[in-house]
């Protein structure tokens, strides 16, 4: 039971600092002192202190999508096993629903983006959906190897390092969907290369540009859900990279959140060396996330 | 007796629509009439089908009533009787008495044609109520026959469905050829030789596929769920399009032994439908136009469950069976709500504004709310998202994929998993297509005055939608209550494993998806409840929308359906070959500019049209022979009769 309340405690309470370690990565490589580590909380009771300005074309569907966001990323969190330790729930299937809820997600923040009536907006949405049916074909794929990998239809299985790694093909096909996880991870997450969660210019942004209209608490939900994404992501493709575990429980999980940050200052290191790629490439590198993982499942198949 | 009863239930539809008829057109007495035989034979219907899960019956030779027809008949009875409802308000006999009377007739012929099909245990039989349900849609389909658009859709559906019917003969003339009796059952092993069997294969394939609209025999149906009125496109989308699924599930399921390509074929028939139904719904203005590609994908998701099951059965695999024809099953029944619901809803907006072109709606939700509510919900739940019932069944469909790859020790067809990648990728455009129209409807502001007047619909056509809807999420939340007639559906379609088959709801995590599904309802609710306390506390103001500065923005700057769905275009540009018509270039002073553009359908218009034309070509020589002149065709039958003498 403890193991579960340590879970959610985690889930609820680290990922904001997994941005601040990003922009802390980020100003280092930048030769600046940057903002605080724990800046993104301080931004989180801001927004959430703040009045609220709704548009007045809007209606329930545009208060609907941060809660059905915010929700939907945090039950996907619980499919998730941290670390050594199995996931809250677990059940053969769970890594459909995992894929389907942020799929629900998508569904209500886009339409809560096309609910302001801005063509902005509308931009953001139609970027959001159209680059998600790329990359949800590829998490599949990446799936299906970790399925056969672990001869299990659970994600708590899938990630507890269980697959018999350096024999035969199966390295090969881990590292694959590696890659594979990693683009899908930043693609999702709006980071750079893909996108640019602090660009100014509404024209040339993805997910950003969706949430324009939203403001005060509303804006603070978005962005604890924004964060946490990118934490429940993150946490699948640590445990595909570093499946290990440590030998009593609390090392086990700091052995965990030492991991998550570490994910976050190898992607701040990819958003300095990096620029954002034109829009027209977001496409291809979604593709080639999912032959990448696509080739992961022949290799196995054979 | 349970049979009687079913024939009584089929009874009151066929004939609802008949006491109308004597009476006079500007009254309200005969579509009340129809619509209590329409409810009275729903309820028997039901009541017997529902029976029949647990005490299948065949006391009469010709009717067979088991757990695999209940699970056809329960959404044919279910969708029908809403429909009447429905029809009370959307098309009412005093505003359309030109027309009311003959919709009401074919309406409930086509719902007897539909029960009687799943109950026929008779080839004749069967085929008398296919052409019942084949022609009477028919006469549903151009029930505005004054216009071009709806004749022409009409005249295309009369030449597909009797190319349907004309293979339906064929395979009965075959199979009364192999058994020699029209009675129709399994098949007893080696009773067929392999190439016999694969013509029958073909052959119902076609005829089947052409009804359940699979790519590429699917070419009637857009054209022909736009035409309807919208709850009978609620019907022929719903459930008359799933009684070629049903022919198909049935007759396979009595060819002995199957050689696994057929399976394989299906599950990739399927998986090009699911696909290209999609894409081609990406394409589409017109709201209904968009509703019917996505009937194309759905049945392509149910045709991938039954492939799997199919493929299960040659290589004798029990668990894809189980999955994927539960799948299969279950997906039948939830497509039959969405789409019902997404038909209504869509009727209903086209009630209020009079139009299906979605570029010229928007901003509906706040004069429509319980309309957009449960497009709403139809749409999250035809995109397979938790916790609605799509869900359910497509997580059957992804499990007996995944356990194609041969878990531990289990047996392996892996090809098969890349269908599982897919699918999700055929979610994930779904989820697009929907934003999009939902969107483009319901939110943001009107973009013509239809849209700006419009107005709620009355009871009769929102409660059949409530209804729909909370179905949806009844099954979405405790599939587990379902579960038990599924396998029944299944131990029927297999009887060879004889109580064998493994449990569904052991298999399948329906406790699991329950415990999920009202998780999250929980969870949307309480933070919507911190959310909306917090906003309590704190100041809250309207304005308008950020427009970065311009001054004037109107409603016509908003991204549109079109502009939606361009990027997506293009990635499928190969096959949606849209075709665009714009202004040229513009000079330094621009004039006024136009662009329009519209995607064709690849199979029927590059491909079918053409052929179409050469056939034509070809056949004008022969037209000489048929100039109207009734001597010379008494001639030709005395030439032929000779000419027979002389063969014989």
């Not at chain 1, 929700?71 to 499919?79: E, N, P, S």
């Not at chain 1, 942004?205 to 962005?223: K, N, R, T």
């Not at chain 2, 949307?524 to 409840?529: E, F, S, T, V, Y």
Request: proline share 5%; charged share 10%; aromatic share 12%.
């Amino acid at each position: 039971m403890s193991q579960v309340f340590m879970h959610i405690f985690i889930l609820l309470l680290v990922p904001p600092l997994l941005l601040g370690v990003i922009g802390k990565t980020k100003a280092l490589f930048g030769g600046r002192k940057g903002p605080p580590l724990l800046q993104p909380y301080y931004d989180l009771i801001r927004l959430f202190q703040k009045g609220t300005v709704f548009s007045t074309t809007t209606t329930w569907v545009f208060r609907a999508g941060p809660v059905v966001g915010l929700a939907t990323t945090l039950l996907a969190g619980m499919l998730i096993p941290f670390g050594g330790h199995g996931a809250p729930v677990s059940f053969a299937g769970d890594m459909i629903l995992f894929a389907y809820l942020f799929a629900l997600g998508r569904f209500f923040t886009a339409s809560a983006a096309l609910d302001t009536g801005s063509a902005f907006e509308g931009m953001g949405a139609a970027r959001e959906v159209t680059f998600s049916c790329l990359a949800e074909p590829a998490l599949f794929f990446c799936f299906l190897v970790l399925a056969k990998l672990s001869a299990s239809l659970s994600l708590t299985t899938m990630l507890s390092g269980t697959c018999p790694l350096g024999t035969g093909v199966e390295a090969p096909a881990l590292v694959l969907v590696a890659a594979s996880l990693f683009v899908i991870l930043l693609v999702e997450n709006s980071r750079i290369p893909f996108d640019d969660p602090n660009t100014h210019l509404e024209l040339t942004m993805i997910h950003e540009v969706m949430v324009l209209d939203h403001s005060g608490p509303a804006l603070g939900l978005i962005q604890y859900g924004a964060a946490m994404k990118l934490f429940v992501m993150g946490s699948v493709l640590l445990r595909v990279v570093a499946p290990f575990a440590a030998p009593s429980a609390w090392a086990d999980w700091g052995l965990f959140i030492l991991g998550m940050l570490a994910l976050a200052v190898v992607i701040g290191v990819v958003e300095s060396a990096m620029a954002r790629f034109r829009m027209v490439f977001v496409p291809t590198f979604l593709v080639a996330a999912c032959l990448l993982s696509a080739f992961g499942v022949i290799l196995l198949l054979r | 007796m349970n049979e009687w009863l079913v024939i009584a239930g089929i009874a009151c539809h066929a004939f609802s629509g008949v006491p109308g008829l004597f009476m006079r057109r500007d009254t309200a007495g005969g579509q009340r009439l129809a619509l209590g035989l329409s409810v009275l034979g729903s309820a028997l219907g039901m009541a017997v089908a529902l029976a029949a899960f647990w005490a299948p019956t065949q006391s009469i030779a010709f009717i067979r009533l088991d757990a695999l027809a209940a699970i056809f008949l329960i959404p044919i009875f279910w969708v029908s009787a809403l429909g009447s409802i429905y029809g009370l308000e959307y098309w009412p006999q005093m505003k359309y008495p030109e027309n009311g009377r003959k919709l009401r007739l074919f309406y409930g012929l086509v719902t007897a044609g539909l029960a009687g099909i799943a109950v026929s245990a008779n080839s004749i039989l069967f085929l008398f109520f296919w052409e019942v349900m084949a022609l009477g849609a028919f006469f549903l389909v151009t029930t505005e026959d004054h216009e071009r658009e709806v004749r022409d859709a009409g005249i295309l559906y009369l030449v597909s469905t009797h190319f349907s019917t004309l293979c339906l003969f064929a395979l009965f003339a075959i199979w009364h050829l192999v058994t020699g009796t029209f009675a129709l059952g399994p098949l007893p092993p080696g009773a067929v030789t392999p190439t016999m069997a694969t013509v029958i294969f073909i052959l119902l394939l076609v005829a089947f596929g052409i009804k359940a609209g699979l790519m590429p025999f699917h070419v009637w149906l857009p054209g022909a769920h736009a035409a309807a009125p919208s709850h009978v496109s609620a019907l022929m989308s719903g459930v008359l399009i799933k009684i070629g699924i049903y022919g198909l599930a049935r007759m396979v399921s009595w060819l002995p032994d199957p050689p696994v390509w057929w399976g394989g074929l299906l599950l990739v028939l399927g998986t090009v439908s699911g696909i290209l139904g999609v894409v081609f719904a990406l394409g589409q203005h017109d709201l209904k136009r968009l509703l019917a590609y996505h009937s194309i994908e759905n049945i392509g998701i149910i045709v991938m469950g039954l492939g799997l099951a199919m493929v299960g059965r040659s290589l004798q695999v029990s668990t894809w069976i189980v999955l994927g024809l539960a799948g299969a099953l279950l997906h039948v029944w939830n497509h039959g709500l969405f789409k019902s619901l997404l038909f209504l809803s869509a009727g209903s907006v086209v009630h209020s504004t009079h139009t299906r072109s979605i570029d010229k709606l928007g901003g509906l939700a706040a004069a429509m709310p319980l309309t957009a509510l449960f497009f709403a919900i139809g749409a999250v739940a035809i995109c397979g998202l938790p916790p609605l019932n799509g869900f359910v069944s497509e997580l059957l469909i992804y499990l007996g994929l995944f356990r194609t790859l041969g878990l531990g020790t289990e047996p392996s067809w892996g090809v098969a998993a890349f269908s599982a990648a897919l699918l999700a990728m055929i979610g994930a455009l779904a989820v697009a297509c929907f934003v999009k129209a939902f969107g483009a409807i319901f939110l943001g502001s009107a973009r013509s005055d239809s849209a700006r007047e419009a107005h709620e619909s009355g009871r009769a056509i929102t409660g059949p939608m409530f209804a729909l809807a909370l179905c949806c999420l009844v099954i979405g939340l405790f599939p587990r209550l379902v579960c038990p007639l599924l396998q029944q559906g299944v131990a029927v379609w297999i009887p060879s494993y004889d109580g064998q088959l493994p449990s569904l709801a052991m298999m399948a995590p329906m406790g699991w998806i329950s415990v999920v599904g009202l998780t999250l309802v929980g969870l949307l609710l309480a933070i919507g409840a911190l959310w909306g306390l917090r906003l309590r506390r704190s100041r809250v103001g309207a304005a308008g929308t950020w427009d970065c500065g311009y001054a004037a923005p109107s409603p016509h700057m908003q991204y549109t359906a079109s502009s939606f769905a361009q990027m997506l275009g293009v990635f499928f540009v190969w096959v949606l070959r849209p075709q665009v018509h714009a202004s040229g270039k513009q000079t330094v002073f621009p004039g006024p500019a136009h662009f329009r553009s519209h995607v064709m359908d690849v199979v029927l218009d590059e491909i079918l049209r053409p052929l179409y034309q050469v056939g034509v070509r070809i056949t004008t020589a022969f037209r000489y022979f048929q100039g109207g002149n009734i001597h010379a065709y008494l001639a030709y039958i005395v030439i032929f009769l000779i000419l027979l003498l002389l063969w014989k």
